[in-house]
Nanobody, 120 residues
Framework: QVQLVESGGGLVQAGGSLRLSCAASGRTFSNYIMGWFRQAPGKEREFVGRIVWSGGLTYYADSVKGRFTISRDNVKKAVYLQMNSLKPEDTAVYYC?????????????WGQGTQVTVSS
């Protein structure tokens, strides 16, 4: 029912910025929470932040708080992750995910991921 496609990843120097996009297909996201996760090689997938589609409330992991910002576009049905003051430890594959809150606490849909590499 829902498909997610991330884009915008790439190589950036430490201290730089990058904006990731997540294009979402679906009839409505009023009952969804959209999340961003990341996974570095050899590490577990890590929560980055989330946004409640209806209302736009956001929550961030401490590791990115103050540097990353999540937003959404109701018309384009897109979710964005603005990443500022990037650090080498931010290097990972970033995933967009969608949680249908009516089906339980787990995220129901995932994108394919986009690579972000931060050089020191």
């Amino acid at each position: 029912q829902v498909q997610l496609v991330e884009s915008g990843g790439g190589l950036v120097q430490a201290g730089g910025s990058l904006r990731l996009s997540c294009a979402a297909s679906g009839r409505t996201f009023s009952n969804y929470i959209m999340g961003w996760f990341r996974q570095a090689p050899g590490k577990e997938r890590e929560f980055v932040g989330r946004i409640v589609w209806s209302g736009g409330l956001t929550y961030y992991a401490d590791s990115v708080k103050g540097r990353f910002t999540i937003s959404r576009d109701n018309v384009k049905k897109a979710v964005y992750l603005q990443m500022n003051s990037l650090k080498p430890e931010d290097t990972a594959v970033y995933y967009c995910a969608a949680d249908d809150i009516s089906t339980g606490p787990l995220y129901d849909y995932w994108g394919q991921g986009t690579q972000v590499t931060v050089s020191s």
